[in-house]
């Protein structure tokens, strides 16, 4: 779990920074992080997640307001039960559906078995018109760190 104030920067394949990642809000394994772009400072979304042992929910929300932008929850609580408390758990993929603010399912993030290699993800997204879809990528980073 990151702490209160962490932060981790986001590069491009040239090592300039793009965005951050500032920890605003944590508690134990759940907490607020402010993304922010690195050129302009302006704050683009607030990855919200709620402490659970049974799914994993991230909410992106709107850095002014904290209005809903789109939501992303594991595939139920025996995955999620499994990856957090058997031995070896953490080999299982993520899985999670995309929903956007009305509830609307907008894609998925997959994970791919990868015990030796980086963690890869596929991200579909059906409909983009109602979320914010580097976010979203960006999420997927994140919810496999934290």
Avoid at 71 to 90: D, F, H, M, Y
């Amino acid at each position: 779990m990151y702490e209160k104030k962490d932060v981790f920067p986001f590069v491009d394949a040239e090592g300039t920074e793009i965005c951050r990642v500032k920890a605003i809000d944590t508690w134990d394994i759940a907490g607020d992080y402010l993304l922010t772009d690195s050129r302009t400072d302006e704050e683009l979304v607030i990855f919200e997640n709620d402490l659970s042992v049974f799914q994993d929910t991230w909410r992106l929300r709107d850095p002014d307001d904290r209005s809903l932008l789109a939501e992303i929850n594991s595939r139920g609580a025996p995955v999620t039960l499994a990856r957090k408390l058997l031995p070896g758990g953490q080999l299982l993929a993520h899985k999670y559906e995309i929903t956007d603010a009305n509830g609307d399912s907008v894609g998925t993030i997959e994970g791919e078995f990868a015990l030796f290699d980086f963690d890869q993800y596929e991200i579909d997204l059906s409909d983009t018109s109602s979320i914010p879809t580097e976010p979203i990528v960006i999420a997927a980073i994140i919810i496999d760190a934290i």
